[in-house]
């Protein structure tokens, strides 16, 4: 193994436990125990399992069943609704969707997660949202319906609607008032600037940072954070990516927290006690756990 593909030491624990908002276990190495071990090393005590298809979404859930430091969110990612639409091979479609996509496909990825939206442990339904990035138009009305979708289940099942939201701010947040928000709405991966934070703090919303709030082309990111109410910030890893500088490029997981969480703090100009408790009040306010 390279120095490249190492995962990166364990760094020094926080004094005051933190949960990590957002992280895809099943896309780590080593099992769920290993994971929640290490994190828990560090003082990272909670972790939010999340969803992107079907399968995903079930395994989060059977997941945070069989863990009670682990809740999970369900939901259908952004490029995954296109690819159900479209009857994409390598997409949803392959997992049980039916063959030749379209839009009964999609409602029956849909109902499989409003069924497991209602489950105790799943608390929150996401990421959900729209990601101009990677889909293009063919694919945008998929999205959007699948997003409102998303939204009218997180309010039915009074879970936590946690948004993917990659190059669409303003049809993002277009959508949201266009439907009305649930009550807590997290913007997972935090990706706008300060501008946008304003907007987001009126409405409430929390805001997740991850590990590319490290990065040196991330000033628009630390801006965002220096500005957004302490009380609406969380932190995750979207583990296994964006895992936090000077690691970036290597494998993230949970126990990588407390880096971020410490580059949090510089930029907030406060103490990394301070903002971990913060943090720790925020994430289960959110998640309502």
């Not at 430091?69 to 049980?96: F, K, M, T, Y």
């Not at 190059?167 to 991966?189: N, S």
């Not at 990065?215 to 583990?239: C, G, H, M, S, Y």
């Amino acid at each position: 193994m390279s120095a490249k593909d190492a995962p990166p030491p364990l760094p020094e624990p926080l004094l005051v436990e933190v949960a990590d908002s957002h992280t895809h276990m099943d896309l780590q190495s080593g099992t769920v125990e290993e994971a929640l071990v290490k994190a828990a090393a560090v003082g990272v005590t909670t972790v939010v399992q999340v969803g992107c298809d079907v399968k995903g979404s079930q395994w989060a859930a059977e997941t945070a069943a069989a863990h009670e430091n682990v809740h999970a969110a369900v939901a259908l990612h952004p490029n995954e609704a296109p690819r159900i639409v479209l009857g994409d091979p390598d997409g949803w479609s392959r997992q049980g969707a039916r063959e030749g996509g379209g839009d009964a496909a999609l409602d029956d990825a849909l109902t499989e997660i409003d069924r497991l939206a209602a489950l105790p442990y799943v608390r929150g339904v996401g990421e959900t949202g729209l990601d101009f990035f990677r889909t293009g138009p063919e694919g945008i009305a998929a999205q959007e319906r699948s997003f409102r979708a998303h939204i009218e289940i997180a309010k039915r099942h009074g879970k936590a609607l946690v948004i993917h939201d990659r190059e669409a701010h303003a049809d993002v947040l277009r959508v949201l008032d266009e439907e009305g928000a649930p009550e807590r709405t997290v913007f997972h991966c935090y990706s706008g600037d300060a501008a946008m934070a304003e907007i987001c703090a009126a409405k409430g919303y929390y805001m997740s940072f991850a590990g590319n709030v490290t990065f040196k082309n991330a000033q628009p990111l630390r801006d965002a954070l220096a500005i957004a109410p302490l009380e609406l910030v969380l932190v995750e890893t979207d583990a296994p990516f964006l895992t936090p500088a000077p690691f970036r490029g290597r494998p993230n997981a949970p126990y990588l927290i407390p880096v971020t969480v410490r580059a949090m703090a510089e930029v907030r100009g406060i103490g990394e006690n301070e903002l971990a408790a913060a943090i720790a009040v925020n994430t289960a306010r959110a998640f309502d756990y």
